[in-house]
């Protein structure tokens, strides 16, 4: 945690966003995400976290290694790099104060895949997941009922093709699941000006399938009837 970047931390935090940086890059670059974050959510704690491990290309951080990765290989290594994960989330999450619930996991390129995958690994660790061009490992069966999903995808993206993040999202609509997907023509892959507006704009007009859950389940008199 030494080198993860608070952007804003108030006394009493009320939501979390860390933000996970893409392979051969560091904390820094997550910055302008980071502080478009703080100035909508200004009671939000929000937080660059960086990786560990050296990337083995010379520069910057990895949260797994890429060399020799294949599609066949590519899940263990996500695997094995999931406890110290999942364990930067947890120490951020006690030290901010802040639930599951209220956490958002904002990752680009392989911090968004790692994201992505530690959602569906480790139950109540979040309630969003902010994936920006990135891509599930492995789709899941079924549909995590406490997380909603929102994938950004910029369709000049030469790096992970946005066809991940159409699939990704008719699979989640196919199993019910909570999610949002946007693709942006003439954007690569990178985090785009546009793609911040649509984050804030999803953040603040989305609300998650499973609040209608919760008044539906506290008030079932307000359901229609069905002949």
Request: proline share 6%; aromatic share 10%; with cysteine.
């Amino acid at each position: 945690m030494t080198q993860d970047i608070v952007v804003q931390a108030p006394a009493q935090a009320a939501q979390l966003f860390l933000l996970f940086h893409g392979y051969g890059a560091d904390a820094q670059d997550m910055q302008p995400l980071a502080k478009r974050f703080a100035d909508e959510f200004p009671q939000a704690c929000v937080v660059c976290v960086q990786a560990t491990d050296p990337a083995e290309a010379g520069f910057g951080w990895q949260w797994f290694p890429l060399q020799g990765v294949t599609e066949e290989n590519r899940p263990q290594r996500v695997n094995d790099a999931m406890l110290g994960f999942v364990s930067l989330i947890r120490a951020w999450q006690q030290r901010a104060g802040v639930s599951h619930e209220a956490t958002a996991l904002v990752g680009f390129s392989q911090g968004g895949i790692m994201s992505l995958a530690a959602s569906l690994q480790e139950p109540q660790l979040c309630g969003r997941v902010m994936g920006f061009g990135s891509r599930f490992v492995t789709l899941p069966t079924h549909a995590p009922e406490t997380v909603t999903y929102h994938l950004f995808h910029g369709k000049s993206d030469n790096v992970i093709h946005y066809g991940y993040a159409v699939s990704a999202a008719e699979h989640l609509v196919a199993i019910e699941a909570d999610v949002t997907a946007d693709v942006l023509p003439y954007i690569g892959h990178e985090i785009h000006p546009n793609m911040m507006d649509l984050a804030i704009e999803r953040l603040t007009t989305h609300l998650p399938k499973r609040f209608y859950k919760q008044v539906h389940e506290a008030d079932p008199g307000d359901s229609p009837v069905r002949h």
